[in-house]
């Protein structure tokens, strides 16, 4: 119904903000990540949009970006999760970051997101494989399924994203997994 706002921030109380659209105010909730990124008050502002209508509210969700809404939208339409712990979801981790998770079914990453627990990650990571992790993340700098397992052993032991990425483009391509952890351990001890 709504799909995008364009007009002047007047208010910014996080997660909401106030747009005026020729002298209507239209109060969005936004996650995080597009709070961050808005101009100072007074600024013009275009916000792309998903409206929801409940029984008991009519409620407008603004995302600086198209891929962002995209995830919402996808996060939606999981049972058990609405739009407030999709919302969330997009406040505690980029998209990337939540493609990567799925790609690579990490459960973890999620769980560290306010409002998500153990079962509610699983049933994320399940529903949205597929859908969001396939095309975007990872999947482009992993080259097969003994890197992805390297990769995942390297978080699990604490390293971060960036090291772990790293450590995989010193491997050799067709290294196993037991001989690439090794490597990528002795790479990241230096």
Known sequence: M???LTG???DKNPPQ???DCMGVGYEVHVPMSTFYNLPELGAKVSLLT???VREDAQILYGFSSAPEREAFRQLIKISGVGPRTA???LSGMSVAELAQAVTLQEA???IKVPGIGKKTAERLLLEL????????GVSANVANADQVDILQALLALGYSDKEAAASLKALPAEVGVSDGIKLAL???AR
């Not at 494989?129 to 975007?136: E, H, M, N, R, V």
């Open 2 to 4: 709504i799909g995008k």
């Open 8 to 10: 002047t921030l007047c």
């Open 17 to 19: 903000v106030m747009v």
């Open 50 to 52: 998903h409206f929801v």
């Open 87 to 89: 919302l969330s979801v």
């Open 108 to 110: 973890g990453r999620l």
């Open 129 to 136: 494989k597929g859908k969001l992790g396939a095309d975007i």
């Open 186 to 188: 002795k790479a990241l």
